[in-house]
């Protein structure tokens, strides 16, 4: 199995900036997708960002896109979410997700909050 692990979030006023990181653990894995999912109160899980393990593309939903950077450290099996200019509407529960390939199955991670103040 995969345990994941986030750090980072917290208060931030709107315009502000915070970075996630998320370390996994446990079984060992090379071909994967790491994404950020974020769930508001009242509202669905919505996939915020992903990047490929393969050649490092990246896709991000088109509220975050500009503000948003979806980064990844292979070697320690980490990504991190760097989140720009906030907004209010970025307040969420953010959670960390890896899709392995090779046990075609995904892990999450307990979830780590970011309130944004206006």
């Known amino acids: 199995q995969v345990q994941l692990v986030e750090s980072g979030g917290g208060l931030v006023q709107a315009g502000g900036s915070l970075r996630l990181s998320c370390v996994a653990s446990g079984r060992t894995f090379s071909k994967s997708v790491m994404r950020w999912f974020r769930q508001a109160t009242g509202k669905e899980r919505e996939l915020v960002a992903s990047?490929?393990?393969?050649?490092?593309?990246?896709h991000y939903t088109d509220s975050v896109k500009g503000r948003f950077t979806i980064s990844r450290d292979n070697a320690k099996n980490t990504v991190f979410l760097q989140m720009d200019n906030l907004k209010s509407e970025d307040t969420a529960t953010y959670y960390c997700?890896?899709?392995?390939?090779?046990?075609?199955?995904?892990?999450w991670g307990q979830g780590t909050q970011v309130t944004v103040s206006s």
């Open positions: 990047i490929s393990s393969r050649d490092g593309s990246t």
């Open positions: 997700n890896v899709w392995v390939f090779d046990l075609g199955a995904d892990f």
